[in-house]
């Protein structure tokens, strides 16, 4: 049972470019959440999604950043005229559903996205 | 607003002795569950322990285990018999139920276990 798939593992854009960055979810897992690492700190929630719906995206930039989770396919986290504070580690997590019986919720290995 | 606070940025410990990472937190929420996730230098994010708020019970995971002190709002992990496999990155995370299962995250205590 394949966990969390994210891929690339290390992706490197210019200024000005776009990065897409994609999370395949457990088997079975139909919530995903996506997360930013800056260097040297914890995990910062960004947006929360289900099937072709958006349901949190609290933590996410107002502008720039967007994602989607579509009915086939991975979910996608999308950043537009990536600048150099974008850098950081993205990491993708998923669950069946939510409630005591439906966590804790299962990472990927993320995906290092360096701006040049 | 949730917030997760690790007051020790670094902290070693020689093999097979006893180290404890402290964790402080701040919520509203009255039902939560909090974790403990290793982060080695593979930036893996690899589940150590979690407690549910509702258990006053500490959460015991082989060598790890937890102090719970919902009160307080405290919850440290004591790592028995450090072993060199333990060097990484720990995380203290807290999690609400409501809308979704977000976590948050504290900023971290890189642990070395010494030789």
């Known amino acids: 049972n394949a966990g969390v798939m994210q891929n690339p593992r290390h992706l490197v854009r210019r200024r000005g470019q776009e990065a897409r960055l994609r999370c395949s979810p457990m088997?079975?897992?139909?919530?995903v959440y996506w997360y930013r690492q800056l260097p040297e700190e914890g995990l910062k929630f960004m947006v929360y999604?289900?099937?072709?719906?958006?349901?949190?995206e609290s933590g996410m930039p107002k502008e720039r950043f967007s994602a989607e989770f579509p009915k086939e396919g991975p979910s996608i986290l999308r950043i537009q005229q990536v600048v150099r504070g974008d850098s950081a580690a993205y990491f993708c997590?998923?669950?069946?559903?939510?409630?005591?019986?439906?966590?804790?919720?299962?990472f990927g290995d993320g995906t290092r996205l360096s701006i040049l | 607003a949730q917030t997760v606070t690790q007051s020790q940025p670094e902290m070693s410990v020689q093999e097979a002795e006893t180290v404890t990472l402290s964790c402080t937190y701040d919520?509203?929420?009255?039902?939560?569950?909090l974790f403990w996730y290793k982060q080695p230098p593979s930036r893996q994010m690899i589940l150590v322990i979690r407690?549910?708020?509702?258990?006053?019970q500490n959460a015991t995971e082989n060598r790890f285990s937890v102090n719970f002190q919902k009160a307080a709002k405290s919850f440290s992990l004591k790592i028995s018999d450090s072993q060199l496999g333990d060097t990484a990155m720990y995380f203290c995370?807290?999690?609400?139920?409501?809308?979704?299962?977000?976590?948050?995250f504290g900023t971290g205590t890189s642990l070395t276990v010494i030789p």
């Open positions: 997590a998923s669950s069946p559903g939510i409630g005591p019986s439906n966590q804790p919720q299962h």
């Open positions: 088997k079975g897992h139909s919530h």
């Open positions: 999604l289900q099937k072709e719906n958006i349901i949190d």
């Open positions: 919520t509203s929420e009255n039902n939560y569950y």
């Open positions: 407690q549910e708020a509702y258990k006053q």
């Open positions: 995370a807290f999690m609400k139920q409501v809308p979704g299962n977000q976590f948050y």
